[in-house]
């Protein structure tokens, strides 16, 4: 049956990623086109003539807004007393400011030189070298005069109907998968353990009904919310839950654990599912209604280090892997390093939430500096190979400095070539992989016999419990996609990789339409650190860099990793949903 049925779940989720990814490239290129609009109600106007523009003329702002003679501005000047990037306008926490680029280029307010950014109000004049703008306000002079500001701009809205066939199609999709592959996991489980089906179909019930709750829920709390990053979670949990319970509780006849023992493993993975499915409505809330997140840069920038340094000192695990990044509370063990990413990201859209002065920048680098110390120091190469790539992004996106970018890129290539020099696990991994192609040795057979059961799957696979993943180690948590593709094919496994593409996809979407830098940012760094993840967890199981040690999110086993995608999944849909009234409403 599980050989037939194999057939059924394929297609369900290969039209399951096509319509998510054909609906997805369309509104982004959509929003691409309609979407990057000045604020509605806000502009600069030219108080006085210069070279470059006439008195009275208006200047759009956008969320963020460079002033200067670079051609990369986006108000530019002719003028010999105004520097390439001279000032910087932007809208931060429900209002604008203005601060200068550079300690060298004086920007006035009102005639009065600042040193710090300084909150903007209606008919402030902003000096700019010898050119005077006014900041104007429409909503706030509305307000003086006791007036209610009207806005006939028409908002442009992604056309419903080119979506009114591609998600309901999708949602069938995904539930038909959840309901066909759990009652198909339920028939392999034997039928005397019967406290193991009723826990396992409990777990299903109540998964289908929590997700199918959100979806249509959570729209309706949340007007802008998007549903498509709702269904994607959906669908990685279910592979997640699936091959978690297929993997405890199928073919371990020679095994040594009892039915009991086999149900304490996946609880400690059902309980952080749980747990983090309670929370993640309150924090798309959240951050959707309020701007908490902007107020805990700071706080995040001294937890992170702490996090590693907590995790360095009290940190236990398989010294044979490598590292030793767990801690033990009460019985359960936990991963802090997880949870740093999110504090990470949160930092990093603090940081970068403007075109940042070179002088913020050697703040963070020197801050980053320290993390990525300790991140080696644990070691866990996996994290660093994630957050480097995740942090060059929102850098080079959000400050256009292409050059320093690439020093950057240097510098973690001379970090990689430290860490291979100093530590043995990394050594062992880097042999195994150059060495995948001519014998099979101790550093490599992990990969290998992935390979190989990948190689059995073929396209469609051999059918859910039909694998052999006995002989692979760590098969439910490093090597679980070679698992789901001997099972359910390659077809299965490329549309894990489209699902994560669809994950960035999604968070440019929202990237292009968040109303300040902040959003923009921390929705860019979630989607990137997302598919770099499993990007590279994917690369090295089929062996095209060496292995990490990183998890697949939402699929492999681990609390602490399922904690956090799923959180940073909700701080996702938040960033979504968030609409600042009277600017930059989509």
């Not at 995608?565 to 600042?580: N, P, Y």
Request: charged letters at 15%.
């Amino acid at each position: 049956m599980s050989y037939l049925v194999r057939y059924l779940l394929v297609i369900l989720i290969v039209l399951f990623v096509w319509l998510l990814l054909s609906h997805s490239i369309a509104e982004l290129r959509w929003n691409m086109k309609n979407s990057v609009l000045p604020s509605r109600g806000y502009f600069l106007m030219a108080a006085d003539p210069t070279a470059s523009m006439n008195e009275g003329m208006s200047l759009p702002l956008h969320h963020t807004t460079c002033i200067g003679t670079s051609s990369s501005c986006d108000i530019r000047m002719k003028s010999n007393l105004t520097a390439k990037r001279h000032a910087i306008i932007y809208f931060f926490d429900g209002d604008w400011f203005v601060r200068a680029s550079s300690v060298k280029n004086p920007v006035y307010v009102n005639g009065v030189e600042i040193q710090h950014p300084v909150p903007l109000e209606n008919n402030d004049i902003i000096g700019i070298g010898e050119t005077s703008l006014v900041f104007v306000n429409e909503r706030e002079a509305a307000t003086e005069a006791m007036l209610t500001y009207e806005d006939h701009t028409n908002i442009p809205q992604y056309p419903k109907g080119k979506s009114s066939r591609r998600l309901p199609g999708a949602y069938l999709s995904v539930n038909l998968f959840t309901i066909i592959s759990a009652s198909l996991l339920l028939r392999f489980i034997p039928s005397d353990q019967t406290k193991s089906i009723k826990i396992v179909s409990l777990a299903f019930l109540v998964f289908f009904v929590i997700s199918n709750l959100y979806y249509f829920v959570l729209p309706l709390i949340l007007k802008n919310l998007d549903r498509v990053l709702l269904l994607i979670l959906s669908q990685l949990a279910v592979l997640g839950m699936l091959f978690q319970v297929r993997l405890e509780l199928i073919s371990n006849a020679a095994t040594e654990k009892s039915p009991d023992e086999l149900i304490g493993n996946l609880n400690a993975q059902g309980i952080s599912l749980l747990i983090a499915y309670i929370l993640l409505p309150i924090i798309t809330i959240l951050v959707a209604r309020t701007h908490l997140l902007e107020r805990v840069g700071i706080i995040c920038a001294v937890v992170t280090p702490l996090l590693l340094i907590a995790t360095l000192v009290f940190g236990n695990g398989l010294d044979s892997h490598g590292a030793t990044l767990w801690i033990s509370v009460g019985g359960m063990s936990m991963q802090l390093t997880e949870f740093a990413k999110i504090t990470y990201l949160i930092v990093l859209a603090s940081f970068f939430k403007t075109r940042t002065s070179r002088k913020n920048q050697f703040i963070f680098a020197g801050w980053a500096a320290l993390v990525f110390l300790l991140i080696m120091m644990l070691p866990d190469l996996g994290s660093a190979m994630i957050l480097l790539p995740t942090t060059l992004l929102v850098y080079v996106v959000m400050t256009s400095e292409y050059l320093t970018t690439l020093f950057i890129l240097l510098g973690g290539t001379a970090m990689g070539s430290l860490a291979f020099a100093l530590f043995p696990h990394v050594q062992r991994r880097i042999l195994g992989w150059t060495t995948l192609w001519v014998e099979v040795n101790d550093n490599n057979r992990q990969i290998v016999y992935g390979l190989q059961a990948i190689a059995r799957g073929g396209l469609f696979g051999r059918g859910l419990g039909n694998g052999s993943p006995g002989g692979i180690p760590l098969a439910n948590s490093d090597m679980i996609f070679s698992i789901i593709c001997e099972e359910l094919g390659l077809l299965t496994g490329l549309c894990i990789v489209l699902l994560f593409i669809i994950v960035w996809l999604r968070a440019a979407k929202i990237t292009i339409a968040s109303h300040d830098g902040f959003s923009s940012s921390l929705a860019l760094g979630i989607g990137t650190l997302s598919f770099v993840e499993a990007a590279i967890v994917i690369s090295g199981v089929t062996g095209l860099v060496p292995l990490t040690g990183a998890t697949l999110p939402l699929i492999a086993r681990g609390g602490s990793s399922v904690l956090t995608i799923v959180f940073l999944f909700a701080i996702l849909l938040g960033l979504s949903a968030r609409r600042e009234k009277g600017a930059f409403q989509l």
